[in-house]
Structures are given as C-alpha cells and as structure tokens.
C-alpha cells in the first residue's frame, strides 16, 4: 500500500530508533525465554477497547469519594479515543509493524503469537487509554499513592513494542495522545458544578 507523507517520514526518519527498541525487546525476549509473553497478552487483554478501564471509571464515578476520579478519567479515555481513532490513525495510516516481512517486527511477532490488530498503528490505541486512565487518576489523586498509575501505563506502551504490534514510535504517540487527553479532562473536571461530585446515588447504601 501507498503511504501517507506522515508514515513514510515516519518510517525512514526513525527507522534507527524504532528498530534499536524493538531489538532491545528482542533480547528481553530470547533472555526471559518467553516468560514475559503472557503478561504481554494480559496486558493487551486490559487495554482492548478500553472496556475495563472504562467500567474502572464507571464504577468509582458511582460514589461522591471517587467521582471526581472517575470523571476525570471518562473524560480523558474519551478525548484520548478522539484523538487516537478520529484525528491521528485516518491522517497517519502507519501500516502494523508486523506487516514488514523479514524485519525484526516481523520475528518478534512470530516469536510472541502473532497477535494481529485490525486498524492502523499510529498512534497506540492501548497506550493512549492507558495514559490518559492513569494520568487522569494520578492528577486526581495523592501522587504518592497513586505512581503505580504510571507504571501500568509505560507496561502497556512496552508490552505493545513486545507484541510486535507497535512500533517504539507509535507508543510515544500514545503516551502524548494521553497525556493531552488527561490534562484536558482535568481541566474540563474543573468546570462541572460540585453539586454533581457530591450527589448520593439513591440505589446505592448510605453510609
């Protein structure tokens, strides 16, 4: 297929990084003998559509404690998947890494499962939900209870490079897709009147 200017500046003027990473990877694999591989599925099992972190959300947006939580990571999830599927994977159109016979994508790949996606890869789905979830409860929160946020979200942008489904490239677009997703819905949090952070669902128990 032809590429889209952006995707083929992509693929040229970091094909040295891009490659180095998932090289790195590639012997993370070989040392680990494959111990990582059903984490990297796990993983990719949470970001998938970001159905649980959306019901994550869902659920602490159920209390007065936690809504403002919940809200805020809602709110970026969605901004996130706007950015991510409406503006950046149309425009960029970055075919899968795996899709390059031959290339060390294309061997991780095969080594880990194979594991194929359906749309295109820039930026990373998963890591944007991912970013944007995590960063919105960790802007939201305590910081120092809350930096294993952080953490969940660099293991998912890795465990898409493992997979082979991303390239390094891909997964930086996810992190900043989500961190602008996250910053947004903190702000836009800031204008919903307190009345709605402190209302008391009637189906739920009192305390």
């Given at each position: 297929?032809?590429?889209?200017?952006?995707?083929?500046?992509?693929?040229?003027?970091?094909?040295?990084?891009?490659?180095?990473?998932?090289?790195?990877?590639?012997?993370?694999?070989?040392?680990?003998?494959?111990?990582?591989?059903?984490?990297?599925?796990?993983?990719?099992?949470?970001?998938?559509?970001?159905?649980?972190?959306?019901?994550?959300?869902?659920?602490?947006?159920?209390?007065?404690?936690?809504?403002?939580?919940?809200?805020?990571?809602?709110?970026?999830?969605?901004?996130?998947?706007?950015?991510?599927?409406?503006?950046?994977?149309?425009?960029?159109?970055?075919?899968?890494?795996?899709?390059?016979?031959?290339?060390?994508?294309?061997?991780?790949?095969?080594?880990?499962?194979?594991?194929?996606?359906?749309?295109?890869?820039?930026?990373?789905?998963?890591?944007?939900?991912?970013?944007?979830?995590?960063?919105?409860?960790?802007?939201?929160?305590?910081?120092?209870?809350?930096?294993?946020?952080?953490?969940?979200?660099?293991?998912?942008?890795l465990s898409r490079i493992y997979l082979g489904v991303h390239y390094f490239t891909d997964v930086l677009g996810g992190f900043v897709a989500g961190t602008i997703g996250a910053v947004a819905a903190f702000y836009l949090a800031t204008l919903i009147p307190q009345v709605y952070y402190e209302y008391h669902w009637k189906f739920l128990p009192q305390k």
């Amino acid at each position: 297929m032809e590429l889209t200017a952006i995707a083929a500046w992509l693929n040229t003027s970091c094909a040295g990084l891009d490659a180095a990473v998932t090289s790195a990877v590639a012997q993370l694999y070989d040392i680990a003998g494959g111990f990582f591989t059903p984490f990297a599925h796990f993983m990719d099992l949470m970001g998938k559509g970001g159905a649980i972190l959306i019901a994550l959300s869902l659920a602490l947006m159920l209390f007065p404690r936690t809504r403002r939580v919940g809200t805020v990571m809602l709110l970026a999830l969605g901004i996130g998947a706007l950015l991510t599927n409406v503006v950046f994977k149309p425009m960029v159109y970055r075919p899968r890494p795996y899709t390059h016979e031959g290339s060390i994508y294309y061997q991780l790949w095969s080594l880990v499962g194979q594991h194929t996606e359906s749309d295109f890869s820039f930026p990373s789905g998963h890591t944007t939900a991912a970013t944007a979830a995590m960063l919105g409860l960790f802007f939201s929160t305590k910081k120092r209870k809350s930096w294993p946020a952080i953490i969940f979200a660099l293991a998912m942008g890795l465990s898409r490079i493992y997979l082979g489904v991303h390239y390094f490239t891909d997964v930086l677009g996810g992190f900043v897709a989500g961190t602008i997703g996250a910053v947004a819905a903190f702000y836009l949090a800031t204008l919903i009147p307190q009345v709605y952070y402190e209302y008391h669902w009637k189906f739920l128990p009192q305390k």
